[in-house]
């Protein structure tokens, strides 16, 4: 069939064929998004993000500063993984680091945190703090991003609302070079 007619059919379908396809197109990069392999972008450019985690979309910078951290410069050993977004829409961070005690003292009071103590009950971060009768055991977790239980561990926390922190230290077992741990997210 020829004529003007099937000119134009032909034409509309042409133009529905590219409509459907900047549609599925469109569909594919939004389940993507939503469903598609994590956003680890910063692991890339960073070598202080735990190996054994993915969806670091955050910068470490990016990250404290939303929780209102500022690590100590001369901070040692650090290791971290810091994502926003997420089924939450919220940013996370887990931090370890080595530090002297004049910078720990220093976090503590730049973070506002309470000073640490053996009876703090932990709610944040999914820790379990040296109770009586709890079992010892070494930090664990993905870089060991989750602090060990034992007598040498002191914690605090503050309930910032919809931002809470957590923070454990380890200052006794090498008194020169406390160890800390923090946890941070969004509610």
């Given at each position: 069939?020829?004529?003007?007619?099937?000119?134009?059919?032909?034409?509309?379908?042409?133009a529905l064929?590219g409509?459907l396809?900047?549609?599925?197109?469109k569909?594919?990069s939004?389940?993507?998004?939503?469903f598609?392999p994590p956003?680890d972008h910063?692991a890339?450019d960073?070598p202080?993000?735990?190996a054994g985690?993915?969806g670091?979309?955050?910068?470490?910078?990016?990250?404290?500063?939303?929780?209102?951290l500022?690590?100590?410069?001369?901070?040692t050993?650090?290791?971290?993984?810091?994502?926003?977004g997420g089924?939450s829409g919220?940013?996370?961070?887990?931090?370890r680091?080595?530090t002297?005690?004049?910078d720990?003292t220093?976090f503590l009071a730049?973070g506002?945190?309470?000073?640490p103590g053996?009876t703090?009950?932990?709610?944040v971060g999914?820790?379990?703090?040296?109770t009586?009768g709890?079992?010892?055991?070494?930090?664990e977790?993905?870089?060991?991003?989750?602090p060990?239980?034992?007598?040498?561990?002191a914690y605090s926390q503050?309930?910032?609302g919809?931002?809470p922190?957590?923070?454990a230290?380890d200052?006794?077992?090498?008194p020169a070079?406390p160890?800390v741990?923090?946890?941070a997210?969004d509610?």
């Amino acid at each position: 069939m020829t004529g003007p007619g099937s000119r134009t059919i032909a034409v509309g379908a042409v133009a529905l064929l590219g409509l459907l396809g900047l549609a599925g197109w469109k569909a594919e990069s939004a389940l993507d998004a939503a469903f598609g392999p994590p956003d680890d972008h910063v692991a890339a450019d960073d070598p202080r993000v735990c190996a054994g985690t993915s969806g670091n979309n955050t910068p470490l910078a990016e990250a404290t500063g939303h929780f209102g951290l500022a690590v100590p410069s001369a901070a040692t050993d650090l290791v971290f993984t810091a994502n926003s977004g997420g089924l939450s829409g919220g940013t996370t961070l887990s931090m370890r680091f080595t530090t002297t005690p004049a910078d720990l003292t220093a976090f503590l009071a730049a973070g506002r945190f309470e000073p640490p103590g053996r009876t703090t009950r932990l709610t944040v971060g999914g820790w379990q703090a040296d109770t009586p009768g709890a079992a010892e055991r070494a930090a664990e977790g993905p870089c060991g991003l989750t602090p060990p239980v034992g007598p040498a561990m002191a914690y605090s926390q503050d309930d910032r609302g919809k931002s809470p922190r957590a923070l454990a230290v380890d200052a006794t077992s090498d008194p020169a070079r406390p160890v800390v741990w923090v946890t941070a997210l969004d509610l």
